[in-house]
């Protein structure tokens, strides 16, 4: 078995060294349901070895870098079945399973968000993320209306998911180091989650807000705006002073919009 894996800076390869760490994320997933585990970006395994203590056959992983790929099948011999060597930001889930997933990873902080906008693509079958990422979006991921932070992620993850950020990691425990401090949040899943309005309506008032989120509203959703969002009393606000549930109120006349639009 070779003895280390090259960490590669186009992949965004900062490999987890320490195992009191690896520990301590694998033993804040929950593992919720009895589904599948799916660890995201294993590297060179020290995390993946106590998931497969915590989950045996229950874990699977998904790893793009075929050297980590190699070194894990060396590694763990009883896993390769579940090795999967592929892009994750373009893996369907139902693909392995149609059941519950949790899902668990030391992220590559350049795909760290795109992963979990794929996620959100499956909000009926993750029930839980446990991750680590760049403490500054681990911050904004787990931020609240009213804060800078706050943001379209913030909102999203926010319909589907109860947040929170666990602790904060230290450069030292990667090789190699990164440049930033690195967090370490939760997510878990909201019982009965059923959204008021479409996906499609949601995510589009979310965006266009926080794409001008200097702005109040009434100006930033100027291409969305109707009487009906103007009877909300939200013009004058900016997106970062609305909660989850008010998006979803605008995310349901912007539906009522449409609809209006396609009438004859």
């Known amino acids: 078995m ?18 009191p760490t690896a520990l301590r994320i694998a033993d804040g997933l929950g593992g919720l ?17 106590r998931l497969l203590e915590r989950f045996g056959e229950r ?3 998904v790893e793009i870098d075929g050297e980590s790929v190699a070194y894990l099948s060396k590694k763990f011999p009883d896993l390769v079945p579940r ?10 889930l139902k693909r392995i399973t149609t059941g519950p997933v949790s899902v668990i990873g030391n992220f590559p902080y350049n795909i760290s968000s795109q ?26 991921l787990t931020s609240g209306p009213g804060s800078r932070e706050y ?40 019982d009965n989650i059923s959204l008021p309005c479409t996906t499609s309506a949601f995510k589009t008032v979310v965006k266009t807000a926080f794409n001008q989120r200097r702005k109040t509203l009434r ?5 969305l705006w109707t009487p ?3 009877s909300t009393g939200y013009g004058g606000l900016r997106a970062e002073q609305l909660s989850v549930d008010q998006f979803l109120q605008l995310g349901v006349l912007e539906d009522e919009r449409r609809l209006q639009m396609i009438k004859p």
């Open 2 to 19: 070779p003895k280390s894996v090259r960490p590669k800076k186009s992949l965004g390869q900062h490999f987890l060294t320490d195992i």
């Open 33 to 49: 349901d009895g589904g599948i585990v799916l660890e995201v970006g294993p590297g060179m395994g020290v995390l993946t070895g």
């Open 59 to 61: 874990l699977w992983v």
């Open 83 to 92: 090795i999967l060597q592929e892009d994750f930001l373009h893996l369907d």
């Open 115 to 140: 992963i979990l906008f794929r996620l959100l693509e499956y909000p009926q079958q993750v029930m839980e993320i446990t991750g680590m990422f760049q403490r500054e979006v681990a911050q904004r």
């Open 151 to 190: 943001g379209i992620l913030s909102v999203l993850m926010g319909a589907y998911f109860d947040s929170e950020y666990l602790y904060s990691v230290p450069p030292e425990v990667f090789l190699p180091p990164p440049k930033v401090t690195s967090g370490v949040i939760r997510f878990v899943r909201k």
């Open 219 to 223: 100006n930033a959703l100027s291409v």
């Open 228 to 230: 009906e969002l103007e």
